[in-house]
């Protein structure tokens, strides 16, 4: 396996891979399954050995694919899920925990998250979440679509200030956490997890990123990724369901751009002035 993907470190030290893969709407599609299995394979095979799944993706089937394209594989990953905010109850969370843990046919997640806020106390999230910790069924929490208000509060609960990290929607086209979020977590040691890195492959028909990727002869998407993994304390998590993809991601994480590219991309995706609320897809 390659080791040429930088490293983040959680609040705890542990250092995680800067670069890992997303795997929301895979696994709902039979005919593309066989491309999604080679495409993790490939990714973990290049160092991207970070996998983001939820018990959400594909109701359940997300996480069985994953189970499978795992296999021999366990060690070598840190592996993360989600539980959905109707099941973050105290008992609700250790529950969904096991059916996660048994899809993925696995006996730990090293990290667990929590995928938005919802109506159950976060103390009760939390601790169900250190409960798990406990019996060794996770090696670290966090949480997910937070803005700083919600993690204000979150350490403000008792054990909440163990979260190791708050996965948001950050990209070159989605940059308001700049403002506020990411100045926050990184206050506190605690790195960001960027989801939808490449924008849900909804990025602007044309924009200073496709001269940059002419001039460089790349894609726009291997911009827009090295963009975002040049931030420091964030992680990025690409979904790519086709081995070319994750060849060309694995290839953007030794794209650096220089200071001239980004003043460019600064001038149309512009950094935020005010607070704006954290979006999500
Ligand atoms: P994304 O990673 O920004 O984009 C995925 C799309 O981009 C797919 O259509 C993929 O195509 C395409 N793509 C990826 N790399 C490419 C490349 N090098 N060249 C061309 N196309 C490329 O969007 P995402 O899936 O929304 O976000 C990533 C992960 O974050 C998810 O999979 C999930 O694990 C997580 N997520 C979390 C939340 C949350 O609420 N916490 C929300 C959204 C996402 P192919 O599949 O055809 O390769």
Known sequence: MTTDIASVSLPDGERIPKLGQGTWEMGEQPARRASELAALRCGIELGMTLIDTAEMYGDGATELLLGEALAGLR?????????????????G?????EQSL??????????YLLHWRGSVPLAETVEAFEALRSAGKIRH????????DDMEELVATPGGEACATNQILYNVARRGPEFDLLPWLAARNMPAMAYSPVDHARL????PLDDIADARGVSVFQVALAWVLQKPGV??????????????NHQASQLQLDARELAAIDTYFKPPRSKRPLEML
Not at 78 to 84: D, E
Not at 204 to 207: A, D, V
Not at 235 to 248: C, M, S, T
């Open 235 to 248: 992680f990025a998590i690409p979904k790519a369901g086709r081995v070319e993809h994750v060849r060309d």
């Open 204 to 207: 602007p028909k044309r924009s």
């Open 93 to 97: 969370v250790i529950a969904a925990c």
């Open 141 to 148: 929490w966090g949480v997910s679509n937070f803005d700083t």
């Open 102 to 111: 048994k899809r993925l046919k696995t006996d730990r997640l090293d990290l």
């Open 75 to 91: 060690d070598q990953v840190f592996l993360v899920s989600k539980v959905y905010p109707h099941n973050a109850s105290r008992r």
